[in-house]
């Protein structure tokens, strides 16, 4: 599926193979959501100098890191001192083993087969990282994990399903990670594990867009709201892209 907004919703920072705006999306009774608000990406800690001051020039202020502490100790960088990281574990390991124990075993950690049960199972894991994004200061937001395809992947669901966007546009920029991956594991000389995750989708009867557009069609936005932990100020931020701070 084309992204009709892919070429000028991209951010070009070097260092970053799957960084875009979340604005220009198609929302659902005509218009688009807003530019330059909120974004994301894959990790940030091999950005360069020059892809520092894209991040700046961006406008970004405030950084939402996805990963667990094991994987945020073992960066190697420094972030840039105008810049302000907020840490969300959003897989929590530790605290939900029961979750993902299955998950762990048949190999579905890393396929969108699993996002729709996190999301029924622990809304407030996904609650936190939206209410991190609406509660930052002045400035716009980027959130990443680490490919920028599962974790980051759940988030911008919920965001972009919060904020009333088309379910086909949702499902459109998901797909963009995916055409990034060969990318994004060549720069860092990890192959391409899309052959191996289509192939555990197929096991299951869809392939990697199926599942995830069945969990788009299948998130019921009302019951999220009341079960993720965000109030209805920090929603309306959500929904409108942090119009409060433009």
Known sequence: MSDPAASDRTLHAEGLFNARDLGG?????????PRGRIFRSEGIDRLTPSGWQALRDAGIRTVVDLRAPSERARDTGARPGWLTTVAVDHDGLDDDPGFWSAYWETGLVGTPLYYGPHLE??????????????????GAVLFHCAGGRDRTGIVALALLAVADVEPEAIVADHLRTVD?????????????????????CAEHGTTVEGAFRAVVDGFDVDRFRARSGLDDARLEALRTFRAHVA
Do not use: K, M, N
């Open 180 to 200: 990034a991956a060969p990318a994004l594991f060549a720069s860092i000389g990890v192959p391409d594990p899309e052959e191996r995750i289509e192939a555990l």
């Open 121 to 138: 199972q622990l809304p407030e894991r996904t609650g936190q990282a939206l209410r991190a994004i609406a509660d930052a200061p002045a």
């Open 25 to 33: 999306l198609a929302v659902r009774g005509g218009g688009t959501t």
